[in-house]
């Protein structure tokens, strides 16, 4: 099933941290905190601004991002569990976590701005 997130949102598969031991101990999946990474699998065409343009996303699909604890709102496709959340939600790119991931902002082809 292909979802194509509208407007200024995107849709995000977490990154799996692998299994965490603490002093030895392991700890049960129900215990842990998801993980606040994931993967762009699809992004919206951006807002349009006041003035009537076309505002694009810095995230594109294949980006390695970081998210808030509470971001988005969960959702299961084809028996996989994905977040929707806005740009806005975002909190940073990791660069360098895959070979078609750049940092947000780099490409020049956003457009900028006003007032943030």
């Known amino acids: 099933m292909h979802v194509r997130p509208l407007h200024d949102r995107i849709l995000v598969r977490r990154l799996d941290e692998g299994e965490q031991q603490i002093g030895g101990i392991i700890i049960p999946d129900s215990a842990k905190d998801k993980p606040q ?6 992004a919206g065409d951006g ?6 343009d076309r505002v694009t996303l ?3 699909a294949g980006d390695t991002i970081l998210f808030g604890k509470y971001s ?4 299961t496709l084809d028996g996989v569990e994905y977040l929707i959340m806005k740009e ?4 940073g790119a990791i660069e360098g976590a895959g070979a078609a991931t750049t940092a947000a902002g ?6 900028t701005r006003k007032g943030h």
């Not at 990474?37 to 699809?42: D, P, W």
């Not at 807002?47 to 009537?52: A, C, L, M, N, W």
């Not at 988005?72 to 959702?75: L, P, V, W």
């Not at 806005?88 to 909190?91: A, F, G, H, M």
């Open 47 to 52: 807002k349009v601004s006041d003035e009537g």
């Open 37 to 42: 990474r994931g993967t762009v699998i699809a």
């Open 88 to 91: 806005d939600e975002v909190l």
């Open 72 to 75: 988005g709102q969960e959702i």
């Open 106 to 111: 780099t490409t020049g082809s956003h457009t």
């Open 58 to 60: 810095d995230v594109k």
